[in-house]
Structure formats: structure tokens, C-alpha cells
């Protein structure tokens, strides 16, 4: 094995294990969360349709659906959320400080897909300019390509933690 070989391995390595402890940590924030979120939804007074179960919350997520009613789109476009759902009027977007959710989960793509593609080229011997310029590339794509996901997710975050705009929300549709 080259010394190039074990760096890219090193690289590979660091990344994936940040990886698997910032997964851990994200999955603590969510379980405490999840727990409150339930011990209201137990709550009688509670509809089923305004307190969806976890597996629905998590469809209607990868759906980019509202996470209350499941109907309406989150997205207005690839980059830009409906700051309302259009099918039964909770709040989605307030527009204080919640785009920093959004904006850190895209980051953290960018990073991850950037030395991936590093550790790859770098494994393979690939030229200085293609270690530059790829990595750039897979940054881009990676940012760009996880943002409907990332206003998604982070959407059903602040509802289940009732703490954005989605917990006040009006009358059931
Ligand atoms: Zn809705």
C-alpha cells in the first residue's frame, strides 16, 4: 500500500467515524425530543391527524410533504419553502433563524461529500488540479442536492420539538 493509500484510508476513516458521532448525537437531540413529542401526543385532547405516528412523520419528510397533514408541498421550489402548507395552513417557515437547521445540515453534506471525493482521488493517484476540482464539484452537488431534504427534515425536527412555527398551528384542516 502507497503512503497516498493509507492517507486516503486515514481520511476515509476520520470522516466516516465524525460521521457515525454526529449521527449519534443528532439521534439523542431527536430521541429526547420524541419523547416529549409523544408523551403530548398521548394526550387525549391530542387528534391523531395533528400528531402523526414516527413512521408517517418520517415518509411524509422524505416526501416533502407537511409534516401535520401529509398533503400539502413543503417546497416551493428546489431551494425555497412554502412559508405556509398549502393544504391546511400550519406554519411552516417564521423566518427566525430557521433557515440555520437547514443551512448546517447542507454544510455538513458538502464537507462529507468533499473529502469523500478527496479520500477517493487521493486513494486512486489522481492529479493535484482533479483533487481540487472535484471535491468542489462534490461539495456543490452535495449542498445543492440535499436541500429540499434538509427544509424537509428539519421541518418535522421543529415539529415534533414543537418549538417553530409548526406547533402553533390553526384549527385542524
Ligand atoms: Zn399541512
Given at each position: 500500500?502507497?503512503?497516498?493509500?493509507?492517507?486516503a484510508?486515514?481520511?476515509?476513516?476520520?470522516?466516516?467515524?465524525?460521521?457515525?458521532?454526529?449521527?449519534?448525537?443528532?439521534?439523542?437531540?431527536?430521541?429526547?425530543?420524541?419523547?416529549?413529542?409523544?408523551?403530548?401526543?398521548?394526550?387525549?385532547?391530542?387528534?391523531?391527524?395533528?400528531?402523526?405516528?414516527?413512521?408517517?412523520?418520517?415518509?411524509?419528510?422524505?416526501?416533502?410533504?407537511?409534516?401535520?397533514?401529509?398533503?400539502?408541498?413543503?417546497?416551493?421550489?428546489?431551494?425555497?419553502?412554502?412559508?405556509?402548507?398549502?393544504?391546511?395552513?400550519?406554519?411552516?417557515w417564521?423566518?427566525?433563524?430557521?433557515?440555520?437547521?437547514?443551512?448546517?445540515?447542507?454544510?455538513?453534506?458538502?464537507?462529507?461529500?468533499?473529502?469523500?471525493?478527496?479520500?477517493?482521488?487521493?486513494?486512486?493517484?489522481?492529479?493535484?488540479?482533479?483533487q481540487?476540482?472535484?471535491?468542489?464539484?462534490?461539495?456543490?452537488?452535495?449542498?445543492?442536492?440535499?436541500?429540499p431534504?434538509?427544509?424537509?427534515?428539519?421541518?418535522?425536527?421543529?415539529?415534533?420539538?414543537?418549538?417553530?412555527?409548526?406547533?402553533?398551528?390553526?384549527?385542524?384542516?
Open positions: 500500500m502507497t503512503t497516498n493509500q493509507e492517507l484510508l486515514t481520511i476515509f476513516g476520520a470522516v466516516t467515524a465524525v460521521g457515525v458521532l454526529s449521527s449519534l448525537a443528532v439521534y439523542l437531540m431527536i430521541a429526547m425530543a420524541w419523547q416529549e413529542y409523544r408523551a403530548r401526543r398521548d394526550r387525549p385532547e391530542a387528534g391523531e391527524a395533528e400528531r402523526p405516528a414516527g413512521a408517517q412523520l418520517i415518509r411524509r419528510a422524505i416526501a416533502c410533504k407537511c409534516p401535520r397533514c401529509g398533503r400539502g408541498a413543503i417546497l416551493k421550489s428546489w431551494v425555497a419553502m412554502n412559508p405556509v402548507c398549502p393544504a391546511c395552513g400550519v406554519t411552516l417564521k423566518n427566525d433563524g430557521e433557515w440555520m437547521g437547514p443551512a448546517v445540515i447542507g454544510f455538513v453534506a458538502a464537507i462529507g461529500a468533499a473529502l469523500y471525493a478527496w479520500a477517493i482521488l487521493v486513494y486512486f493517484d489522481f492529479s493535484e488540479t482533479t481540487v476540482v472535484v471535491p468542489c464539484a462534490a461539495a456543490l452537488v452535495a449542498a445543492i442536492g440535499v436541500m431534504w434538509s427544509h424537509s427534515l428539519w421541518t418535522m425536527f421543529l415539529f415534533i420539538t414543537n418549538e417553530g412555527a409548526v406547533a402553533s398551528a390553526p384549527g385542524k384542516p
